[in-house]
Structure formats: C-alpha cells, structure tokens
C-alpha cells in the first residue's frame, strides 16, 4: 500500500510510565501521534516536572480528548477543562491535572514526540 501508513496504538514504537502517566506513541512516516493516559490524582506538576524540570509544562500539545477531563492553567491565567470530544491546542507554559475519578485518555498530533523525557 504505497502512500498509506497505520498503525495499531495497541502496539506502539514507544512507551513512556511516568507517574500515573503512560504515553504511547506511534510512527508514522515523520508524523508522531502519542496516545496520552493520565491516571486519577496525575498532575504534571506532580508527575511530570520532576522529570523533565522547569516551572510549567513548555510543550505546544494539539490533540483530542477521548475520555475523561483535563483542567489546564496558562502562566498567563487562563484556565479551561477539557472534556471528551474536544479538540484543543494548549501551548507551552502550562499546568494540567485530571480531574474526578476517571483517567483521561487524549490522541495528541503535535506533542507526543518529547513529551515525558527528560
């Protein structure tokens, strides 16, 4: 199939476990798309900044939310909750955590690449 590339999340070309974080990504051509699993009480504060440093996430993240929901904080104060069928752009320089008892799950197109490493 020349000119089409997909690929299964179920079987990723890479796998990040942060704290109350699993990240999958995949591959395709030079496009990245990384599955986004956040577990209830995950805060990128908490579970991310101690990995990667530095006072707000500076990740430029467009994607879509599956399931769950995501409340975001800017440096500049704006503040917004994600909730499943959204699509979003949040760009760098940001907190997020998950809110309530259910884990979000977002599909990320720009973001996924280096997002968790350190």
């Known amino acids: 199939m020349a000119g089409i590339d997909s690929?299964?999340?179920d079987q990723p070309d890479e796998t990040r476990t942060p704290d109350k974080t699993r990240i999958d990504v995949v591959r395709l051509?030079?496009?990245e798309v990384g599955r986004f699993t956040f577990s209830p009480?995950?805060?990128w504060s908490e579970c991310i900044?101690?990995?990667v440093g530095g006072?707000?996430?500076q990740v430029d993240h467009v994607g879509y939310v599956a399931s769950g929901r995501l409340g975001v904080t800017?440096?500049?104060g704006s503040a917004v909750t994600l909730a499943?069928?959204?699509a979003y752009r949040i760009a760098p320089g940001h907190d997020a955590w998950v809110e309530g008892d259910e884990e979000f799950v977002g599909y990320e197109f720009?973001?996924?690449a280096g997002y968790a490493k350190p």
Request: charged residues 35%; neutral net charge; proline residues 8%.
């Open 49 to 51: 900044k101690p990995l």
């Open 7 to 9: 690929k299964s999340f």
């Open 74 to 76: 800017h440096d500049d």
């Open 41 to 43: 009480g995950w805060r």
């Open 110 to 112: 720009k973001g996924a």
């Open 29 to 31: 051509g030079d496009t």
């Open 55 to 57: 006072e707000s996430c």
């Open 84 to 86: 499943p069928g959204q």
